[in-house]
């Protein structure tokens, strides 16, 4: 409502434009074109058919003192349905530090969201006409909605097969389908972690050198490769992604998490803060806020190693295995012997525990990512508060 603020809007259309237009397979219309609808009121329907979009993302900045408070919408063009909305507020530091912060957290959001609406959209689509693109985001959306792992997810994922039986070279199937076999790798919940990493890799490989430019790929493949115990290439992957889409919170999670396989566990947490910045609602929150405790107690502050593995946990108690374990020996850490141990039979009884019930099969687990001295010094800690906890050897 206040014309002295309008080159704040302004500078948001640009950025959120951009920034969108960056999304793979996604037709954005130009920010000049977007800016001549401003203040005016606005027929979703009749902008989707005049301009031949689906969706309108609509929205109002209210700065107020030192704070900005931001109103979001997606609408559907075709139904004028209301799919998605948010406020938030961020701090009004200077323009472009207020602009980048808005700009990634709405990025972000969208990635999510219209991944979902065209997935539902595919679903509607008659059998008959469904191609390797429709199922291909049918998998995308069902894989994020059951958080990538367990029955649902599984059945989501043989749509990525269905897909790829049509057209071997669907990026996106590839991309999706990588994770398949990398996650349960990660949790240590594979029965064979060596083959399972080697089969993500040969998918996210070959989506790269379809599209080099997929910055998701880049993360899978970046993930890929630290549980390879390839970290310095596995950072090399995540900071391309970084810079093909930097609003991409999962692979400024994943960053931070090769920090921590290089030992480099203060360095790990400016990436996890700004993942959780940029999706502060995202499906992975709670493998950052488990990751950044893991950094915590790699530097022996095990008070903030506590609060942030509890976080993690409260958010997904399931597949959360290594927050429960830094919860364990942080408790045990600070001679909280008694909640180390009612952590430790909480943690047992997860059914995604799967075979990690002992410090042995920890250790064989933690191979992999790579034999940094400082990460090697923190993974003995953990693993002596575990004992002290009560956690069998063997």
């Given at each position: 409502?206040?014309?002295?603020?309008?080159?704040?809007?302004?500078?948001?259309?640009?950025?959120?434009t951009?920034?969108?237009?960056?999304?793979r397979?996604?037709?954005?219309?130009?920010?000049?074109t977007?800016?001549?609808?401003?203040?005016?009121?606005?027929?979703?329907?009749?902008i989707?058919?005049d301009?031949?979009?689906?969706?309108?993302?609509?929205?109002?900045?209210?700065?107020?003192?030192?704070r900005?408070?931001?109103?979001?919408?997606l609408i559907d063009a075709?139904?004028?349905?209301?799919?998605?909305?948010?406020?938030?507020?961020?701090?009004?530091?200077?323009?472009?530090?207020?602009?980048?912060?808005?700009?990634?957290?709405?990025?972000?959001?969208?990635?999510?969201?219209?991944?979902q609406?065209?997935?539902?959209?595919?679903?509607?689509?008659?059998?008959?006409?469904?191609?390797?693109?429709?199922l291909?985001?049918?998998?995308?959306?069902?894989t994020?909605?059951a958080?990538?792992?367990?029955?649902e997810?599984?059945?989501?994922?043989?749509?990525?097969?269905?897909?790829?039986?049509?057209d071997?070279?669907?990026?996106?199937?590839?991309?999706?389908?990588?994770?398949?076999f990398?996650?349960?790798?990660?949790?240590?919940?594979?029965?064979?972690?060596?083959?399972?990493?080697?089969?993500a890799?040969?998918?996210?490989?070959?989506a790269?050198?379809?599209?080099?430019?997929?910055?998701?790929?880049?993360?899978?493949?970046?993930?890929?490769?630290?549980?390879?115990?390839?970290?310095?290439?596995a950072?090399?992957?995540?900071?391309?992604?970084?810079?093909?889409?930097?609003?991409?919170?999962?692979?400024?999670?994943?960053?931070g998490?090769?920090?921590?396989?290089?030992g480099?566990?203060?360095?790990s947490?400016?990436?996890?803060?700004?993942?959780?910045?940029?999706?502060?609602h995202?499906?992975?929150?709670?493998?950052?806020?488990?990751?950044?405790?893991?950094?915590?107690?790699?530097?022996?502050?095990?008070?903030?190693?506590?609060?942030?593995?509890?976080?993690?946990?409260?958010?997904?108690?399931?597949?959360?295995?290594?927050s429960?374990?830094?919860?364990?020996?942080?408790?045990?850490?600070?001679d909280?012997d008694?909640e180390?141990?009612?952590?430790?039979?909480?943690?047992?009884?997860?059914?995604?525990?799967?075979?990690l019930?002992?410090?042995?099969?920890?250790?064989?687990?933690?191979?992999?990512p790579?034999?940094?001295?400082?990460?090697v010094?923190?993974?003995?800690?953990?693993?002596?508060?575990?004992?002290?906890?009560?956690?069998?050897?063997?």
């Amino acid at each position: 409502g206040d014309p002295g603020q309008d080159y704040l809007v302004d500078a948001l259309t640009d950025g959120l434009t951009t920034s969108l237009a960056r999304m793979r397979d996604t037709f954005v219309i130009a920010r000049n074109t977007a800016m001549t609808f401003k203040g005016k009121p606005v027929d979703v329907k009749a902008i989707g058919k005049d301009l031949g979009v689906r969706y309108v993302l609509e929205g109002s900045v209210q700065p107020s003192g030192d704070r900005v408070r931001v109103n979001a919408q997606l609408i559907d063009a075709g139904s004028g349905a209301h799919l998605w909305a948010e406020q938030f507020d961020t701090p009004r530091a200077d323009l472009l530090q207020t602009q980048d912060a808005i700009v990634a957290h709405l990025a972000r959001a969208m990635d999510l969201q219209l991944v979902q609406a065209e997935g539902a959209r595919a679903k509607r689509t008659p059998a008959a006409n469904r191609d390797a693109e429709d199922l291909a985001l049918q998998c995308d959306a069902g894989t994020r909605k059951a958080g990538w792992i367990g029955k649902e997810a599984d059945a989501a994922y043989a749509l990525c097969d269905q897909a790829l039986a049509i057209d071997p070279n669907n990026v996106r199937a590839l991309m999706v389908l990588g994770t398949k076999f990398w996650l349960p790798a990660a949790l240590g919940l594979s029965s064979d972690p060596k083959g399972d990493l080697e089969r993500a890799d040969r998918l996210e490989t070959k989506a790269l050198a379809l599209d080099p430019d997929y910055a998701w790929a880049h993360v899978n493949e970046g993930v890929t490769l630290q549980f390879q115990g390839r970290t310095e290439e596995a950072v090399a992957e995540h900071e391309r992604a970084l810079a093909l889409d930097p609003s991409n919170a999962a692979a400024a999670g994943g960053l931070g998490t090769a920090y921590i396989f290089l030992g480099q566990f203060e360095k790990s947490l400016e990436p996890f803060d700004k993942a959780i910045r940029t999706s502060p609602h995202d499906p992975a929150l709670n493998l950052w806020y488990g990751q950044k405790a893991q950094a915590y107690f790699g530097l022996k502050n095990y008070d903030e190693a506590i609060e942030l593995a509890r976080r993690a946990i409260a958010i997904k108690p399931d597949y959360n295995q290594f927050s429960h374990l830094i919860l364990v020996a942080a408790l045990a850490s600070t001679d909280r012997d008694a909640e180390a141990r009612e952590a430790l039979k909480r943690y047992l009884a997860l059914p995604s525990t799967g075979p990690l019930k002992t410090i042995a099969a920890w250790k064989a687990h933690q191979m992999s990512p790579g034999g940094d001295p400082r990460f090697v010094e923190a993974e003995e800690r953990m693993y002596d508060g575990l004992r002290r906890a009560g956690m069998a050897e063997e």
